[in-house]
């Protein structure tokens, strides 16, 4: 596939970077290479904003990053009309949502009512404004962001608005031999440094035309029944296994089912394939189901989790 190689490139100068987050690397690839967007769930300082930044610069792409706070408001996101009295006319502004790769940096800092305001934009990649609805770029990716463990002072995302992400990361520290990689090259002054020839070739318009093969990757029947299977198993843990019953009060819904398979294409397409293997799916299912499970008063007692969940069903229901 012609179109793989700049994607290649696009992954080496990712690498130059990021420093023992490959599956941050691999997953933000996915979401570009699909048009779905991100949340990333991790402690300050595991390279979530550097990523995304370098994945702008790596694609010449428009960047922008918005610190959601308490105070934010969403005309911040969107925009506004802003009326000129030397002309007496109202024109448009456009806001930060008006660029092809948006961080949404700690969104759950901000109270509901800007949360919902990425919703349209998310789902119809549009905003509507006094009225007026205005086309974002056909190249719009939203990573977000959000710390696991602070809880004060923060605006848990509601369930649809989580839905809206096609994949859910969970970040962990790094190695500690990457960790020490990392240290080493940043006092070296190597970290981030980056020959330009090896992003040079990397366009917008060659990402979407990489789209437009991602979407041709073929999926077998087979796979496509067992992905259903899985999907339709996180509505009824409790009929496969007694031991899980009354633990997870809501699975996941058909979009779930059709961004894992969406994303898989795109993992399978970076990999050199025009066709999914179960290896592709199983790798991506924590990240395509996680957030789309909601956990009972029984599980969180117990202290199971939703990964305990997801692995425990692809233990039942096994890939063909």
Not at 148 to 169: C, I, K, N, W
Request: net charge negative; proline share 6%; charged share 25%.
């Amino acid at each position: 596939m012609t179109e793989q190689m700049p994607l290649q490139n696009l992954r080496a100068h990712l690498g130059h970077y990021i420093v023992g987050q490959t599956e941050l690397v691999d997953r933000l690839l996915i979401g570009l290479l699909t048009g779905g967007h991100l949340l990333v769930e991790g402690l300050p300082g595991l390279a979530k904003t550097t990523a995304i930044k370098a994945l702008a610069e790596g694609v010449h792409a428009n960047f922008k990053r918005i610190q959601f706070t308490p105070d934010l408001l969403p005309a911040d996101l969107l925009g506004n009309e802003v009326y000129h009295p030397e002309t007496r006319e109202f024109t448009f502004e456009p806001g930060p949502l008006f660029n092809e790769i948006v961080l949404a940096d700690e969104i759950n800092r901000a109270p509901a009512k800007v949360q919902s305001a990425l919703l349209e934009a998310m789902a119809e990649r549009q905003v509507t404004v006094a009225g007026h609805s205005r086309d974002l770029p056909e190249l719009f990716l939203v990573m977000a962001t959000q710390n696991p463990l602070e809880q004060s002072g923060t605006y848990p995302l509601p369930e649809a608005q989580m839905d809206r992400f096609m994949l859910h990361v969970a970040l962990d520290y790094p190695e500690r031999e990457d960790e020490y990689d990392i240290l080493k090259r940043t006092l070296d002054g190597t970290l981030g440094t980056n020959p330009v020839g090896e992003a040079k070739n990397i366009t917008v318009d060659q990402v979407l035309a990489a789209r437009e093969t991602v979407r041709q990757v073929r999926c077998d029947e087979a796979l496509q029944h067992w992905v259903v299977d899985v999907v339709a198993g996180t509505r009824k843990v409790g009929e496969l296994d007694p031991a899980l019953a009354d633990q997870v009060l809501v699975g996941a819904s058909p979009r779930g089912a059709l961004a894992w398979v969406q994303a898989a294409r795109a993992a399978a397409f970076l990999d050199g394939r025009d066709y999914i293997v179960p290896d592709d799916l199983i790798g991506l299912a924590r990240d395509a189901l996680r957030h789309r499970i909601i956990l009972g008063p029984r599980a969180m007692v117990s202290g199971l989790t939703r990964d305990a969940v997801i692995d425990r069903l692809l233990e039942l229901i096994p890939a063909p």
